[in-house]
């Protein structure tokens, strides 16, 4: 089984990375997949003793990502074995390197021309790591279409062509 990491910056247009993963394995053994959201904790003590991982993330997610998500899910449902959403609070190479391990990360995906926006005050671009990361990179590109309609919408998942 391969596990694949993804960055997200929870918006739909960022899922179009996880689209052309899949595209790019059609035909490939199930996946493990999990998007990663980078950002950097408090130092507060207090903060971090009350700090739940999940709620973290569940208050960064609105309903139009969580039901982009699931469309994908669905319509990879062949080609995916697990899914989850991890949260990367690291400041070093030697912080994600730890990372990829303890997630047992085989693969890791990356947007060509998209750039991360922060989905949140302390979040960060996790790119830098991804590309100095030892493992395989693939480099997903796609095109957005001059005009947009359906922008932020889940319509948005099936307008963009060429994921290579």
Known sequence: MKTIL???DFTIE???????????????EPIDLILVYSAFLSDSIT????FSKEKYLLA???DKFREACQVLLNTYASR???????LFSGFT??????????????????????TLKPA????????????????PITIIHWQEPHYLPEKDRVAELFLMTNHV
């Open 93 to 114: 190479k030697q912080a994600f390197a730890n990372f990829l391990e303890a997630n047992g990360v085989d693969e890791v995906v990356i947007p060509g021309t998209y």
């Open 80 to 86: 995916v074995n697990s899914f989850r959403i991890e």
């Open 14 to 28: 960022s899922l179009n990375t996880v689209k052309g993963a899949f595209k790019k394995n059609e035909g490939g």
């Open 47 to 50: 903060d971090r003793l009350f």
């Open 60 to 62: 960064l997610q609105s």
């Open 120 to 135: 949140g005050p302390r979040s960060f671009d996790p790119i830098s790591y991804f590309k100095k990361c030892l493992l």
């Open 6 to 8: 993804i960055p997200t």
